[in-house]
């Protein structure tokens, strides 16, 4: 009879729909709280060009915006973080990928049990400490064997900012080969390949798209990483080519104004947000073309 | 070519077979993690013949045909004890490289397991990364029509393997074995995943594989093994039970054991 009871004819029943409600709206907030940062976002970044015009901030080559006479060209920070996010992708891809590929198909178990924790705590070292490490070891070490280095430079940022993201690859890019199904391996051994010729013509090729989103992701990170390359590389905006100068990249002009007392409000407190819309953009478009390549290139097994 | 003691010869139709064996196994006893999974099994495979290895889910069919080519290297903690001879070599001697035993002895998969590259590639891979350079085309296509799957694809080899049904996809890694001339073909239930139609085109190829090929087959289609093979070994918990032609196994067999198996009073 219980249960005859409960059944209410066109009723609400108030608890689920209220435990629904209440679920919903911690979803909201992630929603909310993202479509209100690119609504600012949007907003101070058509201030910024009310007063500069896209092409003088998308094309110009001097980045001054503090002091007078100012000038609002954007291409030295880009400069900077393109050759730290470059130089990090070309330290961390080979060896990521080599790490992986031990990882994954030369290993053994018990290696591997060990060395894929201590690959993602790697992941969770706070990025400011990398930073110090920057400052305080490689950086020295750089001056060794390079004198004129300078305190702050381009290249100690690349090297450690590779460092960071090399435990992404490394992970991501192992997960993505451990996904290739062993009977395509057994299938490979069977006609007479060696080891190294089912890794590197059956395996890393089936698991490409994992293995390329694995690196867009972790190049995304280098792009968007702040506190590293701030301590590492300064904050001298310079579109010099030579890695042993102090640079600034995006991240770091964005740490810059915001500890300053760059007052709310003008041209100069509006490049913020320019420079964040930039980055914003960037980051974007790179994840989008890794979730893209994920789901064009996956070979469906079942 | 092999040694065999009379207490091995578990049927007159072995003795005559031992001249003409290309694959001898003395004592295979298999183990994983110290729990054995193959006990002392010993039969000769003859050349030329198709040899179907049967027995209840578990009876360790498998594991003693990948034994056959050394695939279980690939597992770990895996012991191999006995000895496999073929051209009077044991195939678990310590100076014997298990990659070249591959190139001789091919194998076939329960599951298609085609490379996600193109049909053409599937086939010409193995050769290629051993050395052959000249006639490519002509080998791929001698190997797909052997494998009678030539005429259904030779428009589309630049497709990827993966458009292919399951049927030809299965087609396809057996000529991909065969691309590579081995002396002997090991098929581990080549069957069990196709439906009836692709399975008859399958029995049909293998059928006319034996004038050149040498095939060793587990299955646990006791017709399928009584309608294509020459020899039948029949396998229990590990134990070889009993190893003879394959129309004396099944209309003959000496062991109770067998006779059960093969009129379906279990397995």
């Known amino acids: 009879m219980a249960i005859r009871s409960s059944i209410r004819k066109g009723g609400v029943r108030w608890g689920e729909f209220s435990i629904e409600v209440g679920l919903a709206c911690c979803t909201l907030i992630s929603v909310i709280t993202t479509a209100a940062i690119i609504f600012v976002l949007v907003k101070e970044t058509l201030g910024f060009f009310s007063h500069v015009t896209p092409a003088e901030f998308l094309f110009g080559t001097r980045w001054v915006p503090l002091l007078k006479p100012s000038s609002f060209g954007v291409l030295p920070l880009l400069w900077g973080t393109l050759i730290v996010t470059v130089g990090a992708a070309i330290i961390a891809i080979p060896i990521g990928l080599a790490s992986a590929v031990y990882l994954s198909e030369y290993a053994s178990a018990k290696v591997r049990s060990t060395v894929k924790p201590v690959l993602e705590l790697l992941a969770g070292i706070p990025t400011v400490v990398y930073g110090y490490f920057a400052l305080t070891f490689v950086t020295p070490v750089l001056k060794t064997v390079i004198p004129q280095i300078q305190v702050f430079n381009a290249l100690s940022g690349a090297i450690v900012v590779g460092l960071m993201i090399l435990p992404m690859i490394a992970s991501l890019s192992d997960n993505a080969l451990r996904a290739v199904p062993d009977t395509l391996r057994q299938g490979a051994y069977a006609v007479g390949a060696t080891s190294y010729e089912v890794t590197t013509q059956v395996v890393v090729p089936t698991a490409l798209s994992g293995i390329m989103a694995s690196f867009l992701l972790a190049i995304s990170r280098a792009i968007g990483e702040t506190m590293a390359v701030t301590l590492a590389a300064g904050a001298t905006p310079n579109l010099s080519m030579s890695m042993l100068e102090s640079i600034q990249t995006m991240t770091a002009y964005i740490v810059q104004v915001s500890l300053g007392d760059t007052p709310a409000g003008g041209v100069a407190y509006q490049t913020l947000f320019a420079v964040a819309a930039l980055l914003f953009l960037i980051t974007l478009l790179l994840n989008i073309i890794s979730q893209w390549i994920l789901r064009r290139y996956r070979e469906v097994y079942d | ?267």
């Open chain 2, 1 to 267: 070519m092999a040694e065999f003691t009379p207490t091995q010869l578990q049927s007159k139709g072995v003795t005559q077979l031992q001249d003409q064996a290309i694959l001898a196994l003395q004592d295979v006893s298999i183990s994983y993690s110290g729990k054995a999974a193959v006990s002392k099994v010993s039969f000769p495979i003859a050349k030329h013949k198709i040899t179907s290895v049967i027995g209840p889910s578990g009876c360790g069919k498998s594991t003693l045909l990948r034994a056959l080519n050394r695939m279980n290297d690939f597992i770990p903690n895996v012991t191999t004890e006995g000895k496999i001879i073929y051209n009077r070599q044991d195939l678990y001697a310590a100076e014997v490289d298990p990659v070249e035993v591959r190139r001789n002895i091919g194998m076939v998969f329960q599951k298609p397991n085609p490379f996600p590259k193109t049909i053409y590639k599937n086939v010409a891979w193995g050769p290629g990364i051993n050395g052959r350079k000249d006639s490519m085309h002509e080998l791929v296509e001698k190997s797909l029509k052997q494998a009678a799957l030539w005429e259904e694809v030779k428009d589309r080899l630049d497709e990827s393997a993966l458009s292919l049904s399951g049927g030809q996809q299965q087609r396809l890694c057996i000529a991909r074995a065969l691309a590579m001339a081995p002396d002997i073909l090991l098929m581990d239930e080549p069957c069990s995943a196709l439906d009836p139609i692709s399975t008859a085109h399958i029995e049909d190829l293998l059928y006319r594989l034996k004038s050149s090929y040498t095939i060793v087959i587990v299955t646990h289609n006791m017709q399928q093994a009584s309608r294509i093979s020459d020899y039948t070994a029949f396998m229990e918990m590990g134990d070889l039970i009993e190893f003879g032609k394959t129309r004396q196994i099944f209309t003959k067999p000496h062991k109770q054991r067998t006779e059960e198996y093969v009129t379906g009073r279990f397995g």
